[in-house]
């Protein structure tokens, strides 16, 4: 049986707009694409000099949720029903997928595939596929994270 419960139409949709709102007003005001992963990796790298607007950009989404939380307590509500280990060795994976796709489903989905990016278009289906991929096989072949 699936569970609708957190099927939230509205709120995904007007995530999606805010979302492409502001990877097209980096590109349009600043010249950059909405990667996070390159915006944050660059805040660690000694070889970038244009850290000013990254910093602003990182804690703009870090203030971002805690407004979210703020307005809207029952955000916080969500229950995961899968392990904190589990969750960092998925985080874990992440990063270094980002890396070795050189960016991450913002740089890729929302930014390169606006820019008819065949590279991105490429990567961002080996995104989702990898994505289907791992919820089938830790899902209905491991029976984790039911």
């Not at 909405?34 to 602003?56: A, E, N, Y």
């Not at 990016?117 to 096989?137: D, E, N, Q």
Request: proline share 1%; net charge positive.
């Amino acid at each position: 049986m699936i569970d609708y419960s957190n099927f939230t139409p509205y709120s995904a949709l007007m995530g999606g707009v805010l979302i492409g709102l502001s990877a097209s007003m980096l590109l349009l005001f600043n010249g950059k694409i909405c990667g996070i992963s390159g915006i944050t990796g660059q805040l660690l790298s000694f070889k970038t000099s244009d850290k000013k607007w990254r910093w602003f950009f990182f804690f703009g989404l870090i203030c971002g949720g805690a407004i979210i939380f703020q307005a809207y307590p029952s955000s916080q509500n969500f229950q995961s029903e899968t392990s904190t280990a589990l969750l960092v060795v998925a985080g874990l994976l992440v990063g270094y997928g980002t890396r070795l796709g050189n960016g991450c489903t913002s740089g890729h989905g929302v930014c390169g595939i606006s820019r008819l990016s065949f590279r991105s278009t490429v990567a961002t289906v080996v995104f989702m596929l990898a994505g289907v991929i791992s919820v089938y096989v830790f899902r209905h072949v491991l029976g984790v994270g039911q």
